[in-house]
Every structure is written in structure tokens, then in C-alpha cells.
């Protein structure tokens, strides 16, 4: 028999082994346990088999093996999907770390990069010319699956979302072909790509819109204690919606980073880390006002690396802890939230635990709402309660936290991003792209009719 339930055996197996370059592990090989562990340690999902593609030939030959035998296809790049979508139990999972490489074109201010590329890959040698695009505050998420769900960073108000820099791209769609969609070549997928997430087909190459940034940049780093939360964040309210363009901070509540004085040890801080695009003498002086929210603990104003900037919270993220979040777009910071976020804040719950407030709006909400497969283009802010914890046993307690800060700040949300939602939020992909849906499932339904790609914030055709 070829296939029993989530076994790939046999001559599909077989036909796979002709075809495929890259290795292909199986329950009980060495690596297939280090292959299917992902960013969140609370995922723990057993592929019939890794498929760790070399490039897009092993990557048509993956997909067709999936659909021939019946099996469900999970995509990983840099594992760093909180649901755990990279890993599937049962099906075939492509891994495409082997798939990373960045190509920069400095003349067309162009770059493309291979379908496992990281954002510390893609920084690295764009800033080797003083360009790069919008791309995530961790320098380990991967780049196409931040880019297909839109991808919000320090550059969104300046420059867009990652997805309004994404030019064209490669995938290899569900009958195993691979197609080229740019705004002339396949027009409607092109549009699904950016913000639809991996819903489409495995994409082995993106091309971006590059733009000057650094080398250095203006950035600051400003550390508050707790108790002057409230206070902090209605000054950073105020002077966040009056930003330039150019300027983007985050007001983060994290715990006290172990250089912060020894009386905050053990206890969370209110931190705005943000950084201005643009002129660094003109940001220098522009980014002060954020050092006098308050009385800070510490606080450095002053030219940073752009690649520095954006590792800083890489640290603050660490790979194989466990992770729950809760997160959704807001409509502002009225003085009820910020007191509801400040209250948990006080309580935080969970080592690695992060609150963030994203601040949006700038070129990215002058983008109409249909423009791309990402609607929410309105709202300033949005807010991500993004609890990591180590031990097992803190599990039950940390999410019903989670869940708990979630119901008090729900009455203030506006729409949900789909690259924050959890392996428990299926509900939520109709939030995510709300009047734009319709046309999803259309493109879905051209594309992907049986959904083989439905491990993932799924757009059922
Ligand atoms: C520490 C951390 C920091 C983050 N920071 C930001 C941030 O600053 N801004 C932001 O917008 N988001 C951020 N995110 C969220 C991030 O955008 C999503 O988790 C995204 O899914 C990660 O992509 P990945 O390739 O790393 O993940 P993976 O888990 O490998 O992939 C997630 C999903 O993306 C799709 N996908 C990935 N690669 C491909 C591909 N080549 N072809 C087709 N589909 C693909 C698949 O559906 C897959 O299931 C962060 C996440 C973490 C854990």
C-alpha cells in the first residue's frame, strides 16, 4: 500500500527520492526531531516526512508528492509562525532553510531573496549599500512569511509594510508549477501575495523595492519604571500621533534587562525603543522628546547601526521557550486601555513575555484598504500581549493570563493582524482580512481548489 493515514511509504516516497536533492527525513531519522522543532517550544507536530528543499525543482517535487498522496503540505522559512503553521502533523513539511540567499541589485535599488531567507540575511546585504525595506524587529523571522502576512517594523510608517515593498515573486503553486506574479504577470495573485499569507502556493524567491536607510540610523532607547506607566504612555500617545513619517516608536512593557540598576531586577519596565528613518542629525533631535516621558532609568538617544537596532530584541525572544499570544489593531490609545495594559503590565506574567504597542499609520494607512490583501490600513496602533514562559508546568496559568488581559482590552480593538494569531484563532482570519475576504476566496479558489495549502491562517475556497 502506497499511503496509510499521514505515512508517506511506497512508491510516492520512492518517486519522491528521485526527484528530490535536498534531504528528505523521516520519523526516527537523525535531524528529523532538531527539523520539526520551530520557534515555539509548545509545538511539537510529526511530518510524515521533511522535505529540506535545496531549491524550487525539490520544491515542485515536495508539493506534488503532498497532492498525490493526499497529505497536507506546511510550509517553514524561519519558523517563527506562534501557531506553530510550519509544522504539520501527518503531511509533508517543506523546510526551506537550504533556501536562503539575497541578491541585491544597488543601481534599481532592487533585492530578491530565496523563500528561507531571515530578515538578519536580507539586512545584512542590503545595508552593505545603505538600502533595505520594511522588514521585522527580530533579525531571525523569516522574510516571506512575514512579507505574505504584511509585516509591520521600525520602517512601516515610512516606507510600508513589508508586503507594499514586495515587487513580484516566485511560488510554486498546488498542481506543482511554478509561477511568476508581479503587478503585469498574474496580477491577482500578485495582490493575494501581499498580506494573504501562505495561502497560495510555497514561494521560493521575492522580489523588493528597496529604499536609502543607514547604514546608521537615529534610535533611541528609553527604559521607565513601571509605576510611571500611565503617565509614560499618554505622553507617548500624544507625541507618537503627531510623529513624522519618518519616526516610529514602540512602547514595550518587557522584563528588566539584566544592565538596568539592580533595584529593577525582577520587576517589568516600560520601555520605547524606536528609531527615525531618515536624516540622523534631524532624528537625533527629533527622538528627544521620548527620553522625557517621565523620569527615566536609562536612556540613550544617539546613531545606531541599523542592523544593530534591528537584532536589539533578539535576545529578549529566545527560540524553544514556550508562547501564547493575544494581539489585535487598535482604534487609539484612549486612557481606559492604557490603564487596563498598565494594570497587567504590573502583573506580567511569564520570562519572556513582551506587551507591545506597534505604531502604525504614516505611508502604510495611505495605502487604500483594497490596494493589497491587507485591509486594516486606518488604525494608528496595534497591540500584541505576547506571553513566553520556560517551565511546562506555568502553562495553564499563563494562558488563562493571556486570555484574561485579552478580554479587557477587546473592547478597543479594530481588526486582527494575521501574522499574530495563534494556533487557536481560525476564527479570527475573517478579522484579519475583512472586506477584502471575498476576493481572497475568488483567488483561493482559482489557485488552490482542493487546499493543499491549509496549514496555515487558512482562506478556505
Ligand atoms: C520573535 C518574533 C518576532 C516577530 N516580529 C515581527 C515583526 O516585527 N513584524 C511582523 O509583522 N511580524 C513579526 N512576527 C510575526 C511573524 O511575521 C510571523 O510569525 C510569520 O509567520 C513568521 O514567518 P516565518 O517564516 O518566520 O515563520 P514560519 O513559521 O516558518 O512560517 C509561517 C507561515 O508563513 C508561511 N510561509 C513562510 N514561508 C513561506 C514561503 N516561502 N512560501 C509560502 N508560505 C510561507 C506559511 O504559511 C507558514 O505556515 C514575529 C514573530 C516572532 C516569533
Avoid at 72 to 81: A, D, L, M, Q
Avoid at 97 to 116: F, K, L, N, S
Avoid at 159 to 182: E, F, I, M, P, Y
Avoid at 391 to 398: F, G, K, T
Wanted: include cysteine; charge should be negative; glycine fraction near 12%.
Amino acid at each position: 500500500m502506497a499511503r496509510a493515514d499521514g505515512i508517506l511509504q511506497g512508491a510516492p516516497l520512492d518517486a519522491l527520492r528521485q526527484r528530490h536533492r535536498g534531504p528528505l527525513l523521516l520519523p526516527g531519522d537523525d535531524g528529523y526531531d532538531a527539523a520539526r522543532a520551530v520557534w515555539n517550544g509548545m509545538i511539537d507536530r510529526r511530518p510524515a516526512v521533511i522535505a529540506r528543499c535545496r531549491g524550487p525543482a525539490d520544491v515542485m517535487a515536495a508539493v506534488d508528492a503532498a497532492r498525490t498522496a493526499g497529505l497536507p503540505v506546511s510550509v517553514r522559512g524561519g519558523g517563527h509562525n506562534v501557531g506553530g503553521k510550519a509544522v504539520c502533523d501527518g503531511g509533508v513539511m517543506l523546510d526551506l532553510t537550504a533556501m536562503r540567499w539575497v541578491h541585491v541589485d544597488p543601481e534599481r535599488r532592487r533585492a530578491q531573496a530565496g523563500g528561507g531567507t531571515l530578515w538578519g540575511d536580507f539586512d545584512h546585504e542590503a545595508q552593505a549599500f545603505g538600502l533595505t525595506c520594511t522588514g521585522g524587529v527580530v533579525s531571525t523571522t523569516g522574510v516571506a512569511g512575514l512579507t505574505l502576512g504584511g509585516g509591520i517594523g521600525y520602517l512601516t510608517r515610512r516606507h510600508g509594510l513589508a508586503c507594499d515593498n514586495l515587487l513580484s515573486a516566485d511560488l510554486v503553486t498546488a498542481d506543482g508549477r511554478l509561477v511568476h506574479a508581479s503587478d503585469d504577470r498574474n496580477p491577482e495573485l500578485m495582490w493575494a501575495l501581499r498580506g494573504g499569507g501562505g495561502n497560495f502556493g510555497v514561494v521560493t524567491s521575492l522580489e523588493f523595492q528597496l529604499h536609502p536607510v543607514g547604514p546608521e540610523v537615529a534610535a533611541a532607547v528609553v527604559f521607565y519604571p513601571i509605576d510611571q506607566a500611565e503617565d509614560v504612555l499618554r505622553r507617548y500617545r500624544t507625541y507618537a500621533e503627531a510623529a513624522p513619517d519618518a519616526i516610529a516608536c514602540y512602547a514595550m512593557v518587557v522584563n528588566a534587562p539584566p544592565d538596568l540598576p539592580a533595584e529593577h531586577q525582577g520587576r517589568p519596565v516600560l520601555a520605547i525603543v524606536g528609531c527615525h528613518a531618515d536624516d540622523v542629525d534631524a532624528g537625533r533631535e527629533l527622538l528627544q522628546p521620548v527620553a522625557g516621558f517621565g523620569r527615566p532609568i536609562a536612556a540613550v538617544i544617539d546613531a545606531m547601526p541599523y542592523t544593530a537596532l534591528q537584532t536589539s530584541f533578539d535576545a529578549g525572544n529566545p527560540t524553544g521557550q514556550r508562547y501564547y499570544w493575544k494581539s489585535q489593531h487598535l482604534t487609539g490609545l484612549p486612557d481606559e486601555l492604557i490603564d487596563a495594559v498598565c494594570r497587567y503590565a504590573r502583573d506580567l506574567h511569564g520570562d519572556f513575555t513582551i506587551i507591545g504597542i506597534e505604531p502604525l499609520g504614516g505611508a502604510q494607512g495611505r495605502v487604500p484598504p483594497d490596494a493589497t490583501a491587507f485591509p486594516h490600513r486606518s488604525v494608528p496602533f496595534s497591540l500584541g500581549i505576547w506571553t513566553g514562559w520556560a517551565d511546562p508546568a506555568a502553562d495553564r496559568d499563563n494562558v488563562a493570563w493571556t486570555r484574561d488581559f485579552f478580554a479587557a482590552v477587546q473592547p478597543f480593538g479594530a481588526g486582527a493582524y494575521v501574522n499574530y494569531l495563534g494556533d487557536d484563532e481560525a476564527d479570527r482570519v475573517g478579522e484579519a482580512y475583512g472586506g477584502n475576504m471575498a476576493r481572497l476566496v475568488e483567488i483561493k479558489r482559482r489557485w488552490d481548489p482542493d487546499n493543499l495549502f491549509r496549514v496555515n491562517h487558512n482562506i478556505a475556497p
